[in-house]
């Protein structure tokens, strides 16, 4: 089974612009989660979706916001890039949303703002 | 509120040297998972093992094993025999009742020839 992938893995953006990442999660998983981890702050969850509803939100402006599709794809975007929006962004997926839920993560998409 | 703490920031051994890494954590649920995952340079995260919060038994699995204490709230990971390939971040997380996931800090370990 494939995993979780991300695209693109590497991005360049310049302060103002706005971007749009990819996750295609595990086939039969219905969750994705998004995370950001920064070298300062470490791993910090952003958001959940799951049957294309946002479950959980973390604690992050509303510049950033995502959304699912209905095969389970789900797409993040960051608007009006900030110099600390650089950061390694991790998607997972797993198969239902639950505490229980093992989830299982992509290999992440590497941001950075100039 | 809900906090996993991982205390040491980096660890370095020798090859075939046991080492384990701690984890102590925050919660008023009487339900939550625990879990741990590694981390390497690549950048990917790979689950390792979950834990719920009924079922305090130890695993072993290979030559990595896992003590998990309520009474200390600590869910801590011993690699035995050490090898380079271990080198690695490893997290530990806990998942609570609303399947929010809090992340430690990370343990950075080092395994030298």
């Known amino acids: 089974k494939a995993g979780v992938t991300q695209t693109p893995r590497y991005l360049i953006k310049t302060r103002g612009q706005q971007v749009t990442l990819s996750c295609s999660p595990i086939?039969?998983?219905?969750?994705v989660s998004w995370y950001q981890q920064t070298p300062g702050q470490g791993l910090q969850f952003l958001f959940e979706y799951f049957s294309e509803t946002q479950r959980n939100k973390g604690n992050f402006p509303g510049r950033f916001s995502g959304r699912q599709f209905s095969n389970s794809r789900s797409e993040m975007n960051v608007s009006t890039l900030e110099l600390g929006d650089s950061a390694l962004y991790l998607c997972a997926s797993s198969q239902t949303s639950g505490s229980q839920e093992t989830q299982y993560f992509g290999p992440g998409t590497r941001l950075l703002v100039l | 509120a809900q906090k996993v703490t991982q205390a040491q920031t980096e660890i370095s051994v020798v090859e075939k040297e046991d080492v384990t890494l701690d984890c102590v954590y925050e919660t008023r649920d009487t339900t939550y998972y625990l879990f741990w995952y590694k981390q390497p340079p690549s950048g990917e995260l790979v689950f390792l093992i979950r834990?719920?919060?009924?079922?305090?038994q130890n695993e072993i699995s290979g030559r990595y094993s896992w003590n998990f204490q309520k009474s200390t709230s600590s869910f801590n990971f011993t690699i035995t025999a050490s090898q380079v390939v271990d080198s690695a971040v490893y997290f530990c997380a806990l998942s609570d009742n609303f399947n929010k996931f809090y992340f430690g800090s990370g343990t950075k370990l080092n395994v030298k020839p």
């Open positions: 834990r719920n919060s009924f079922d305090e």
């Open positions: 086939s039969g998983h219905r969750s």
